[in-house]
T-cell receptor
Framework: DGGITQSPKYLFRKEGQNVTLSCEQNLNHDAMYWYRQDPGQGLRLIYYSQIVNDFQKGDIAEGYSVSREKKESFPLTVTSAQKNPTAFYLC?????????????FGDGTRLSIL | QKEVEQNSGPLSVPEGAIASLNCTYSDRVSQSFFWYRQYSGKSPELIMSIYSNGDKEDGRFTAQLNKASQYVSLLIRDSQPSDSATYLCAGPNSGNTGKLIFGQGTTLQVKP
């Protein structure tokens, strides 16, 4: 079955620690995205990538980093510089980077501070 | 800055009624819109895409796009308790980057 796999489902971060959230897709999609969702809030774009080895900052990139070394994979690192990391993190992909393509989401990762 | 706005609700309807969810957007050029359903604690699921003026029907769902009024709506006929969720409207953010801008979502409660 094609889809987007995010892991882990739950993650706890200690003060001063970097943590990496995994996102893998087998849909052969070119574009991938990371969003953050806070309780009762909409989705805010962290980073996106339209092609392998290229990515751009979204609206709230500070304190986060990404890489896109393979088409299938777009991991997100939450660094210690992100002072309020507790949120629901969603990875999405779309077939191309055209604006008429819907995005499809993984199941998400819930990150909390210990 | 483009915007997509939704009434956060909650919108409460009795089982079997028609639920009407609305979304307005700021960009007159936008061509395509998407409706997502998000159950509590889960990720958004795409339920409808609409690319042209008028109505698009899929089962109990009808999406309506009115470009002149910059208005998108989702009608759910014969609402069921299982339709209780938050519904997110999304439209293109900028150019041909694939980026979408999401509304805050409308929470729908269908009461048995």
């Amino acid at each position: 079955d094609g889809g987007i796999t995010q892991s882990p489902k739950y993650l706890f971060r200690k003060e001063g620690q970097n943590v990496t959230l995994s996102c893998e897709q087998n849909l052969n999609h070119d574009a991938m995205y990371w969003y953050r969702q806070d309780p009762g809030q909409g989705l805010r774009l962290i980073y996106y990538s339209q092609i392998v080895n290229d990515f751009q900052k979204g609206d709230i990139a500070e304190g986060y980093s990404v890489s896109r070394e393979k088409k299938e994979s777009f991991p997100l690192t939450v660094t210690s510089a992100q002072k309020n990391p507790t949120a629901f993190y969603l990875c999405a992909s779309s077939m191309t980077d055209y604006s008429n393509q819907p995005q499809h989401f993984g199941d998400g990762t819930r990150l909390s501070i210990l | 800055q483009k915007e997509v706005e939704q009434n956060s609700g909650p919108l409460s309807v009795p089982e079997g009624a028609i639920a009407s969810l609305n979304c307005t957007y700021s960009d007159r050029v936008s061509q395509s819109f998407f409706w997502y359903r998000q159950y509590s604690g889960k990720s958004p699921e795409l339920i409808m895409s609409i690319y042209s003026n008028g109505d698009k029907e899929d089962g109990r769902f009808t999406a309506q796009l009115n470009k002149a009024s910059q208005y998108v709506s989702l009608l759910i006929r014969d609402s069921q308790p299982s339709d209780s969720a938050t519904y997110l409207c999304a439209g293109p953010n900028s150019g041909n980057t694939g980026k979408l801008i999401f509304g805050q979502g409308t929470t729908l409660q269908v009461k048995p």
